[in-house]
């Protein structure tokens, strides 16, 4: 089958737009003056590759807890993770999600007959609060979400009654992974301003984490998340906030996309594993 009749065209177009509004934001503020500021944030590239790298490490070891029927290697850990996670940042132009590559690799490579199930359990344990607000709203969100929530709580539940150890150990490797992002948030936003505390790091990562995932009309988010972003920081600081609010963000875009690179090259030719 051609690949290019299974792309969903329609979220592409979204995504564009979404796109162009971002790059509408950056020259309304300036590209000038966001690449002033992203010259503070140079010399912290290492810094900020050691953190994404303590990241992928505490995800890579919550799936090496969560698997009972097989063992993982930790090249296929890493390759996995960050390609499938580069495929599911690109799900609105690519055919194959990273999830469906991370399934199909993991029973073929590893030997792990149930591992749509480890998946589901991880990505519901990262984002478990809303996995249980998604019950108390429920009546808010449309039957396919709110299907997916009652699974991954469902699994979730059943994992945790037979297996808490593990449980409690991979939830703990995801509230390191959390606290990673909020220390990166910190970072970037102390080289662009020098009296940026932790609360509004917080609050950064809990808007970008939330509205990722239930603002999906435009894939990512895209200029949409960094207007919230920038109105955030625009609070805290007064006008200067906002155009630094768009940068701390525009870095992480752009941390997101050299993980996609990196990922991709990871993957190869993800219709390989489908094809077993």
């Not at 329609?10 to 162009?20: I, K, N």
């Not at 300036?30 to 953190?51: D, E, K, Y």
């Not at 609060?129 to 929530?149: D, I, N, Q, T, Y």
Request: charge should be positive; proline fraction near 5%; glycine fraction near 8%.
């Amino acid at each position: 089958m051609n690949p290019l009749k299974l792309i969903p065209w329609r979220r592409v177009v979204w995504w564009l737009a979404g796109v162009g509004l971002l790059l509408a934001l950056l020259d309304q503020q300036g590209f000038t003056t966001i690449g002033g500021l992203l010259q503070n944030v140079v010399p912290l590239i290492g810094t900020l590759t050691a953190l994404s790298l303590l990241t992928w490490l505490f995800q890579a070891l919550s799936w090496n807890i969560l698997s009972t029927s097989g063992k993982i290697s930790w090249p296929t850990l890493f390759r996995l993770k960050i390609g499938g996670d580069a495929l599911d940042r690109l799900s609105s132009i690519f055919p194959i999600r990273g999830s469906t590559y991370q399934v199909a690799a993991l029973r073929t490579s590893s030997g792990i007959p149930d591992a749509s199930d480890l998946i589901i359990i991880d990505h519901g344990i990262h984002s478990l609060l809303l996995v249980f607000a998604a019950k108390l709203f429920r009546g808010f969100l449309s039957p396919a979400v709110r299907g997916e929530f009652e699974e991954k709580e469902r699994l979730i539940r059943s994992f945790a009654q037979k297996r808490p150890a593990r449980f409690y150990l991979s939830l703990l490797f995801h509230l390191i992974v959390h606290a990673c992002w909020m220390i990166e948030i910190w970072i970037v936003g102390r080289a662009l301003i020098p009296s940026f505390s932790f609360l509004p790091a917080m609050l950064f990562y809990a808007i970008a984490f939330v509205v990722v995932r239930i603002f999906t009309l435009i894939p990512g988010a895209f200029g949409v998340l960094e207007i919230l972003l920038a109105t955030l920081l625009l609070i805290f600081y007064g006008p200067s906030g906002f155009t630094r609010g768009l940068t701390l963000q525009l870095v992480r875009r752009l941390r997101a996309l050299a993980w996609i690179v990196v990922g991709l090259g990871m993957v190869g030719n993800p219709f390989n594993a489908l094809k077993h």
